[in-house]
């Protein structure tokens, strides 16, 4: 009698572990903060481009670092890029948002593709995840609370196959963590570049007195090169 109930009572820890690791499972990627952005095209007057720019540009990229310890040991260290902080006040959470401002070729742009590739894998292999862990859960469970009839052997082929698929299931979670990891570091360069994606979008290039139209600005250094070839020129002739 005690041999069943210490077995009764390793196989609840055992449940209470996979229901800990199937919770887990169902909270990743359930909060999203979206934001509606927009953008004039490359052809739109340079002061509304200009004003645009000044109010989508981004400030700072915000990240939570966690890093656990072991008896004074660091065994772990999580990066997680939360958001992007534009000067207009809004921040970017998801990297999709960025998609109306940015350059459809830019590295941005890739990175954001690539991000949302990865967490549709992340997704489903959550969806599978869980799928699995509540099956297994379920078929160790059952042997558990359903006691067998005086003087039949209890069975516990359920509670064998039901640990190996919550296995599958656990391990297919570690699988879809290593994938949200991946996609975070998409995200974080999709942060990164955005800027470079923004000014391309709105064909605006760095200069002196801040950003100023690409077109112009190449106009005014080809005049520039072709005055001083002419300079070459006349002093040439002059000698």
Known sequence: MTIQFNRERNLSKLLSGFLSIGCATASVGCIN???QLEAPESDAPIMERRMAYEHLQPVSVAETHI???KMGTQVSAIRRTDYLQ???????YEPEDIWPVIAQTSAAAESVKSYEDKSSTVRTLNWVSAGLLG??????????????APGEKRDNTLVYVGLSTAT???????????????????KATAFSVYDD????KLNLCESDVGV?????????KSKRVDKDESDVDSSASDK
């Open 212 to 220: 100023s139209d690409c077109n112009h600005r190449e106009t005014r």
């Open 67 to 69: 890093t656990t310890y």
């Open 33 to 35: 903060h979206h934001v």
């Open 135 to 148: 099956a297994g859960i379920g078929m160790m469970a059952y042997p558990i609370f359903h006691r067998p």
């Open 168 to 186: 599958i299931g656990a391990l297919t979670l570690l699988w879809a963590n290593s994938e949200a990891q991946s996609a975070n570091d998409d």
């Open 86 to 92: 534009l000067k207009g006040g809004q921040r970017v």
């Open 197 to 200: 994606g923004l000014r391309s």
